[in-house]
């Protein structure tokens, strides 16, 4: 954890872009305000209104938190100098500086500066960054077929064994007169309620769901939002429909075929 001490005659915020996790709003370090990011507070069981135990030399400082603020990555506290020295009895020592570079090609200058004794480039945890979320979506990705493959199979699955229990009850109806239409629309009709009540249960606990496999792959110092956009219920409801219709449409020629005397030939 980074305890982070602005300076509030400088221009801070053109280097941390602090976001209220309840408002939105962008956070203004004022004498008094203490905020921590939401992955710490959730470690901790934190909320706006409790105290963080600091612990600074054989000090323990308890901090009341005035706000907490989105951070993907790491962990940090921000106060501005005055809070520091009230809560501290001290005046705050800089240990380290921010830049803002020109050029890219400016980085090399840095690193070669032999009064810095070490230099961290936004840059570079941003590619970090970038490179992780690209392998998450690759994996999302694969999860996603293998969801719509698993519910083409339990979709067969109960399509076939309900044909397959009900097959002379079938051929009773087609000997008694009834299209293979007809015939189909009967069959489809308790599937096609069936799968779209499937997929709105689906919908309704994808999201719960999802929360708990973030929280299962999250890590200490990294933060996932679980954001869901419209379109993607959207897309799984359309996705299930069309799996629905292409194996009706598959059962429907399986119907077709039905041997009426061969299926009654076992009725006692």
Excluded at 24 to 53: C, F, M, P, Q, W
Excluded at 211 to 229: A, G, N, R
Excluded at 255 to 265: C, D, G, P, S
Aim: negative net charge; glycine residues 4%.
């Amino acid at each position: 954890m980074t305890l982070n001490v602005l300076d509030s005659a400088t221009n801070y915020q053109a280097y941390y872009h602090l976001e209220n996790v309840e408002s939105g709003e962008t956070l203004a370090i004022k004498e008094g305000d203490v905020a921590i990011n939401i992955r710490l507070a959730e470690i901790l069981g934190l909320s706006v209104g409790d105290h963080l135990l600091l612990r600074r030399g054989k000090q323990t400082l308890e901090i009341p938190i005035t706000a907490i603020f989105t951070s993907y990555i790491n962990h940090d506290v921000f106060m501005n100098e005055v809070t520091y020295q009230k809560l501290t009895d001290d005046v705050a020592t800089p240990t380290h500086y921010l830049f803002m570079l020109a050029q890219r090609s400016d980085k090399a200058l840095i690193e070669e500066n032999p009064a810095f004794r070490q230099v961290i480039f936004t840059s570079d945890n941003l590619e970090a960054i970038n490179n992780n979320a690209q392998s998450m979506s690759s994996l999302t990705v694969i999860l996603i077929v293998f969801a719509f493959v698993l519910s083409s199979v339990v979709l067969y699955s109960l399509m076939a064994i309900n044909i397959d229990e009900r097959y002379r009850e079938l051929a009773t109806l087609k000997v008694l007169g009834m299209k293979t239409k007809q015939v189909s629309a009967y069959v489809y009709r308790e599937s096609f309620v069936l799968s779209m009540t499937g997929a709105l249960i689906g919908l309704f606990l994808g999201y719960y769901f999802t929360q708990i496999v973030l929280k299962t792959i999250e890590e200490d110092m990294v933060y996932y939002q679980t954001v869901i956009h419209p379109e993607s219920y959207v897309m799984a409801f359309l996705f299930t429909i069309v799996f629905s219709s292409v194996i009706m449409l598959y059962f429907h020629f399986k119907l077709k075929n039905i041997q009426m005397v061969e299926a009654l030939k076992g009725i006692n």
